[in-house]
């Protein structure tokens, strides 16, 4: 399953005129890859995000998650499509302080309506993954910054999505802590097989991932695949 972004142009207004935030923006994410996008801010980036996860429609071009063509679906079809296909790991976790972490997976479960015995089985398979089987039943203040990230990261698979949208997931963690987390998302792209789209601020932890995309005023001025990158 992949994510498919066709010639998609954004404009906002912007007083008498119109300001474009993407154009004429092409890309594919094959299933089980990761591919980075990185630009000044204001270039576009979180945008695309917007436009790749449907809360933005875009003034035209396409976009296709594992195989389904978003356009002209209803907002509640839109609503569903997202729910079932499409995980997203914003800059700061969100987490509900009266859960415990494995109460955080349960709820996106119980929204998809899933019966709580599996849903709960599944999010301690999935903070198992993310290396927090011993934090199942911690709440967010009793886990670390990067370990509440973590539990997003689990929260945002909890329904096997094709589609991972991250949004700079590292902002608020160190540089080592950051490292961590950048791995973990690579090796569960690759695990679990989702078209993941990163933004990120940090280009010196772009080695694991399989192609980086250069963002300036809406525009993709480069693409570097892993391999040319050395």
Not at 40 to 48: R, V
Not at 105 to 123: D, E, I, N, S
Not at 136 to 142: E, G, M, S, V
Not at 151 to 160: D, F, K, S, T
Request: charged share 20%; no cysteine.
């Amino acid at each position: 399953m992949t994510l498919d972004l066709s010639h998609i142009t954004l404009t906002y207004p912007d007083g008498t005129s119109r300001l474009t935030a993407l154009d004429d923006v092409t890309m594919t994410v094959p299933a089980g890859t990761v591919t980075a996008l990185v630009g000044p801010s204001g270039s576009g980036k979180s945008s695309l995000l917007a436009v790749a996860a449907t809360l933005i429609t875009p003034d035209s071009g396409r976009v296709v998650i594992a195989g389904t063509d978003t356009t002209g679906l209803s907002r509640g079809e839109l609503t569903d499509l997202r729910r079932a296909s499409v995980g997203t790991i914003f800059q700061q976790p969100n987490l509900l302080p009266s859960l415990t972490a494995v109460e955080q997976l349960q709820v996106v479960a119980h929204l998809a309506g899933t019966p709580a015995a599996p849903a709960r089985a599944r999010g301690l398979d999935l903070l198992d993954a993310v290396g927090l089987a011993d934090r199942a039943d911690h709440r967010p203040h009793q886990l670390s910054g990067g370990q509440r990230q973590r539990v997003n990261i689990a929260r945002a698979l909890m329904n096997e999505p094709a589609v991972l949208l991250v949004d700079e997931p590292t902002s608020a963690l160190d540089h080592e802590r950051g490292a961590a987390v950048l791995h973990l998302l690579t090796a569960l792209t690759r695990e679990r097989g989702t078209a993941t789209v990163l933004v990120t601020h940090d280009r010196s932890q772009l080695g694991g991932v399989d192609a980086v995309v250069e963002v300036h005023d809406g525009v993709f001025t480069a693409r570097s695949e892993l391999a040319s990158m050395g």
